[in-house]
């Protein structure tokens, strides 16, 4: 009996279907196929490590360079004086409150500047010798801006604590400011400002510190006079 005779698609099918096997058989991809197949158990994953066994601890002299091993042991922290962390109170009444434009700054005519210092010193002759005495002269840097008032480096060094400290300032209203005193830097940090908006410093006005206690000083404030 005759085969029945194929449709074109069919054969054509047909005959790539035997390409495609011989191109495999040609490139050995079945005896590769079984053999991935049989191949041993898969490896252990390289993130789960075998963990070793333990043993004694020796202990390794660190090699050191000889001009690190003659620089003394690093000091600790833990003896130094702190200042406790003092919340100073913030003023909202009066100028405190208001915000200044440091684009509009004034600077004091220099003869101004020594007519409020003169006056100062004058002051400080009439209080006498009973507590020690500081006169400055106000400077942009002390009322605007950063706010930090330096003193000077031999007053501090004679009066006043080698430590961090909380001072107390007093005006002659008898109203007490809190301020951060930065034995380091020699000056009054936090709080300052606030004691100098409060009592509308501005550049060339010459204040008067009077240190009636260790850490409490009396301020007394001479203003000085612009020319019109």
């Not at 601890?57 to 090699?63: C, D, E, G, L």
């Not at 006056?119 to 002390?142: W, Y």
């Not at 410093?201 to 009396?218: E, N």
Request: net charge positive; charged share 30%.
């Amino acid at each position: 009996m005759a085969k029945p005779k194929m449709v074109p698609y069919e054969e054509t099918r047909r005959e790539r279907i035997e390409e495609n096997r011989k191109r495999m058989e040609a490139l050995n991809l079945p005896q590769l196929s079984m053999a991935l197949k049989t191949s041993s158990s898969p490896k252990p994953s390289p993130m789960k490590r075998t963990p070793k066994p333990k043993g004694e601890k020796q202990m390794v002299v660190v090699r050191r360079s000889s001009r690190v091993a003659k620089l003394p042991e690093q000091p600790s922290y833990k003896e130094m004086d702190v200042v406790e962390k003092v919340m100073i109170p913030r003023r909202c009444t009066g100028s405190t409150s208001k915000h200044r434009d440091l684009s509009n700054r004034v600077y004091a005519d220099y003869e101004d500047r020594m007519v409020a210092l003169a006056k100062a010193e004058k002051l400080e002759a009439e209080l006498g010798s009973d507590f020690p005495i500081l006169v400055k002269s106000m400077l942009q840097s002390h009322v605007s801006g950063g706010f930090w008032l330096g003193l000077q480096v031999q007053f501090c060094r004679d009066y006043l604590s080698k430590n961090d400290e909380v001072m107390t300032l007093v005006d002659e209203e008898g109203e007490e400011y809190k301020t951060i005193y930065l034995a380091r830097k020699t000056g009054l940090s936090g709080g300052w400002k606030g004691f100098a908006v409060a009592h509308d410093l501005v550049d060339g006005d010459a204040v008067v510190y009077q240190l009636i206690k260790p850490t409490t000083m009396k301020v007394y404030i001479i203003r000085v006079e612009r020319k019109a």
